[in-house]
């Protein structure tokens, strides 16, 4: 049972457009929240992430939005690079355990 | 410095035959974590060391599954009688001290194959 699902499995984007990825989550004791980056052939490594108590983060480029009460999340990649193309995975947690959700597939077309 | 490094990159085996996997976690990182993902599937969380304590092994998912962390580094995981479902990229990933909430750094993984 998947408590955490990312519904778009692949997203195309031109570069310097913005890129949005959503993530929704069932486990209302989640309370902190990931973004992590994976490149084919290399571990998945963390981009951004955002606590409970906050609705947005925002680092350069990233930025991760928090709606509690929908329980969604979304990180948003503005404006969108060709290294950006990637595999993008959300995950959730409310101790030293992460759920993650199956990941969607950014292409960044120039 | 070096990352989480995992060994090896690739196995393929025969259905019934046993593998060890390894991983080698960040220097000084106290917390090493296994999860592994299948085909389509996000990342499913194996088992968690941290430090001295008995380690969480909730999300093994059979008993031929089983990890040790010798001298509080290097771990090894050990799948025994493989099956054609434990098919997967193994992925370990390590923290500073494994409290939460604490960004796990993760290793290139190993793709396991079962035949």
């Known amino acids: ?110 | 410095g070096a990352g989480v490094s995992q060994s090896p990159s690739n196995k393929v085996t025969e259905k019934g035959k046993d593998v060890e996997l390894r991983c080698d976690p960040i220097s000084g990182h106290t917390a090493l974590y296994w999860y592994r993902q299948s085909l389509g599937q996000g990342l499913e969380f194996l088992i968690y060391f941290q430090g001295n304590s008995a380690p969480d092994k909730s999300g093994l998912p059979s008993d031929r599954f089983s990890a040790e962390r010798t001298g509080g580094s290097v771990s090894t995981l050990t799948i025994q009688r493989t099956q054609q479902e434990d098919s997967a990229v193994y992925l370990c990933a390590s923290s500073l001290e494994g409290v939460f909430p604490d960004t796990q750094y993760f290793g290139p993984g190993t793709r396991l194959t079962v035949l």
């Not at chain 1, 929908?70 to 990180?75: E, N, V």
């Not at chain 1, 290294?83 to 101790?95: K, L, P, T």
């Open chain 1, 1 to 110: 049972d998947q408590q955490v699902k990312q519904n778009s499995p692949s997203l195309s984007v031109q570069e310097g457009r913005i890129s949005i990825l959503n993530c929704d989550y069932t486990n209302s004791m989640f309370d902190y929240f990931l973004w992590y980056k994976k490149y084919p052939a290399e571990g998945p490594t963390f981009l951004i992430s955002i606590s409970s108590i906050k609705d947005k983060n925002e680092d350069g480029r990233f930025t991760v939005f928090l709606n509690k009460s929908a329980k969604h999340l979304s990180l948003h990649i503005v404006p969108s690079q060709p290294g950006d193309s990637a595999v993008y995975f959300c995950a959730a947690s409310d101790d030293y355990k992460l759920s993650f959700g199956a990941g969607t597939t950014v292409t960044v077309r120039a």
